[in-house]
């Protein structure tokens, strides 16, 4: 539905963040010139995304977030994609696409997705004894067989991004309701099902602290695609500089176990 402005233009196209009129660019009502030579850019972050400044611990704990998922070397899911959509011939900004495509529940992505069962969870829920509500929760996982996005990892038993952003998070007064039922849970798996050794990850912290923010779980994956994406500039640039194109997987690296050859009798 469109609304009808003052000189009856119909408007479809509506927007609360930035105002570009007159040669001046507004962002959230601040002008941004003054923005260039007093914000910090994870300071820049929060008014954009959250529509108010920071205060000095929500800066500090924004920048905390961002640096703490930068990068985490070759291995991920999404520096192979944006390497070898790059090595494949294709533009720098379709191999940061490709990168940032590939995040999702096991990958960057969880924090969405963690952050809602969070904010649902713990809505409006008596919070007095969160060690017991972690207890059930973990209970109930278990039972229905679901992994608990925000916990495991593929090469940490201890997540060592985790234990620094608690330690930030607390210090800066972001340890509320949502991270201590986080870790609870963590404990939880341990006392539970101690075997499978799964410890609470980077997504798994930052939706719990973004969370006790108070941002919107919706913004879950932006904070990853923020975080990440330098990172994912740094590995395409390298691949552009160092490698040479249409990098495949040499022979030791991949099997074929298919069917055996066979004639086709046609
Ligand atoms: C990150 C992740 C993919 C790493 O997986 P992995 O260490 O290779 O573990 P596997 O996928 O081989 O699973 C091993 C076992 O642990 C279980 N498991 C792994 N992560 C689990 C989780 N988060 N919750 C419950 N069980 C989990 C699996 O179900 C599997 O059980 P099974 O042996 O009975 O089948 C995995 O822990 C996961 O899916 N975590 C949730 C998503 C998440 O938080 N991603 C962010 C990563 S930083």
Known sequence: ????????????WRTAITKNEDGDIHIRGYNLEDMISSLSFPAAIFLVLKGELPSDAEEKMMNAIFVSCIDAGIAPPSVGAARKVFSGGNSFNSSVAAGIMSFGDYHGGAIEQSAKFLLELLEGKDTSNI???????????????????????KIHTVDPRTTRLINVAEKAGFGGKHLTFMLEVAKQYKIQKPEKNLPLNVDGAIAAIICD??????????????????????????????????RRLEHNQHIYDGVDDRKLDK
């Open 213 to 246: 923010m108070g941002f919107d779980w919706k913004l879950g994956k932006a904070f990853f695609i923020i975080a990440r994406t330098p990172g994912l500039c740094a590995h395409i640039h390298e691949e552009w500089s160092r490698e040479k194109p249409f």
């Open 131 to 153: 060690p017991q509500l972690a207890e059930e929760t973990v209970r109930t996982y278990l039972a229905e067989k679901k992994r608990f996005l925000g916990l495991g990892h």
């Open 1 to 12: 539905m469109s609304e009808v402005i003052e000189n009856k233009r119909p408007v479809s």
